[in-house]
């Protein structure tokens, strides 16, 4: 009898710990599919930023440009 109680204790044991590590792999599962979530959404967001400066330093060198030749062309008239 005491021995049958051992070994339900034992098994009871290795079930609680079974349990015990499933859900600690899940808890780090979900903690590791957040992190790459946010990984991924903050380099979307720093490819967005630096597209939109790429774009605004286009418009600043085609403005110099612009100024670039039509100081020239006064200059030329004058």
């Given amino acids: 009898m ?4 051992f070994i339900q204790r034992s098994q009871n044991l ?12 899940n808890g780090l599962r979900i903690q590791s599919d957040a992190t790459n979530f946010e990984f991924r959404k903050r380099i979307y967001e720093l490819n967005r930023a630096k597209e939109e400066l790429e774009h605004q330093m286009k418009q600043v060198d085609d403005f110099i440009l612009f100024v670039s030749r039509l100081k020239i062309r006064q200059h030329i008239h004058v």
């Fill in 2 to 5: 005491r021995r049958l109680l």
């Fill in 14 to 25: 290795r079930e609680e710990m079974f349990h015990l590590i499933e859900k600690t792999t």
